[in-house]
């Protein structure tokens, strides 16, 4: 399958967000990825309902919304409502984890599971097959700008491997320290959901970094 761009917001400018969705909506990125922070399950702070709601508003693109948050089933309903498309999840959050996912796919939504980067991937071996999307933190969540962790790659391999066997169709989504030097050896390892902070945002040309993540293989022939 073709590989999907996801800009994440945390890195816009939010003096200037409608402005940075607008671009977004026109590049060759397929999702927004909205990062939901709340001071408890990660040491930062960053979005609620009505920058999310806000964020649909303008957005042409789904919503790809990831839930760093404690008990994140009191709030799956109302992040929905708010214009998610597909939630993702922390297993470290989820002590009932296959119940959460049934319950963001009873909303409607694409069901997805992050592990952060302690976090084995043989874990997923009893839920894998119940999953739309398995997102590989590749930094420590909660700031963006981190350096990324080589051994995402080996995570990668593994939860490839293990989709292969039980879900072929698998989102494998990564996110931390995403950008040009990197990409190919990331959809090498398995990755087909690319999501990109500060490398598309910093860039003097925002619509050109995102279609260098997107086609790649252009640049290098370039």
């Not at 040491?43 to 789904?62: D, E, L, M, R």
């Not at 839920?127 to 790659?153: E, H, R």
């Not at 959901?193 to 925002?206: D, E, I």
């Not at 970094?209 to 790649?216: E, G, M, T, V, W």
Request: aromatic share 6%; hydrophobic share 45%; charged share 20%.
């Amino acid at each position: 399958m073709n590989h999907l761009i996801a800009p994440s917001i945390l890195a816009a400018d939010f003096a200037n967000l409608q402005r940075d969705l607008e671009m977004i909506n026109t590049s060759d990125a397929d999702w927004v990825h909205v990062d939901i922070m709340d001071g408890m399950f990660v040491p930062n702070i960053s979005f609620g309902f009505p920058v999310v709601s806000a964020t649909k508003k303008h957005a042409t693109k789904p919503l790809d919304v990831h839930l760093m948050i404690v008990e994140p089933d009191r709030y799956l309903k109302a992040f929905k409502d708010a214009g998610a498309d597909g939630l993702t999840v922390h297993y470290e959050a989820c002590p009932h984890l296959h119940r959460t996912i049934q319950a963001i796919k009873e909303l409607g939504c694409r069901a997805g599971v992050a592990l952060n980067p302690h976090t084995p991937v043989a874990l997923l071996d009893d839920i894998i097959a119940d999953l739309d999307m398995v997102l590989i933190m590749s930094v420590n969540p909660g700031f963006g700008g981190q350096k990324f962790i080589q051994n995402t790659y080996k995570k990668l391999n593994d939860i490839k491997e293990l989709s292969q066997r039980k879900n072929p169709g698998l989102l494998i989504e990564v996110d931390g320290g995403v950008d040009q030097s990197n990409v190919e050896k990331l959809l090498q390892a398995g990755a087909n959901v690319l999501v990109a902070g500060n490398s598309v945002f910093s860039s003097a040309n925002q619509l050109a970094a995102i279609s260098n993540l997107k086609y790649p293989e252009k640049l290098l022939q370039s």
